[in-house]
């Protein structure tokens, strides 16, 4: 059992999801030398599902040698990955308002998913342990004219989101129809988190 765990992820929305379930959190968050965008990089020919999954396990791994490297006590470790698939096409965050605008447009009138992992990891004496899941949602946008667009991407929200919007900001809006797990594409299944970290000793009820 464990009374507390490090969330290795900069994301405010799921350190304010795990702090709505309970979960005591202290931030695991890289270096200044660390490259941590350079994991996200995608494979060719790669599929969404087998995308979101590998940036994950990477980030895990990556995260429990930061903490045996920095000394810290030891606890469960918590990574996750979103991303947005059209397809087979991955809609990661965009690099600038051009690349949201062009995202969004795709996105617009069309039903897409939103695939977020979840692995949570333990460092051992010789080997660590983890536990991973796969949360699967799809949502529906309604058409959006350029002009709707353009002033959702002005606005910022777009940037550093997957598939260049948060769904619990304005482009929430938009969403005609969702099925599968709200949380999850915030960014963090409540239903796969409680499953992982309750199987590394940290119940959430």
Known sequence: MSDFIYLASQSPRRLQLLEQWGVRCELLL???????ESLE????????????????????????ARLKRRGL???????????????????GKPADAAEARAML???AGQRHRVLTAVAVGRAGPRTNRTWRALSTSWVTFEPLSPARIR?????????????????QGKAGLWVSHISGSYSGIMG????ETAQVLSAAGVPLD
Request: net charge negative; with cysteine.
């Open 30 to 36: 890289p270096d200044a030398l660390e490259d941590a």
């Open 41 to 64: 990089a995608v494979l060719p020919g790669e599929a969404p599902a087998a995308y979101v999954q590998r940036v994950t396990g990477l980030k895990l791994q990556v995260s429990l």
């Open 73 to 91: 006590p030891s606890a469960p470790v918590l990574c996750a990955d979103t991303t947005v698939a059209l397809g087979r096409r991955i809609l």
């Open 105 to 107: 447009t795709a996105l």
């Open 151 to 167: 002033r959702y991407v002005d606005g910022g929200e777009p940037m550093g989101k997957a598939g260049a919007y948060a769904i």
């Open 188 to 191: 963090l299944p409540a239903h």
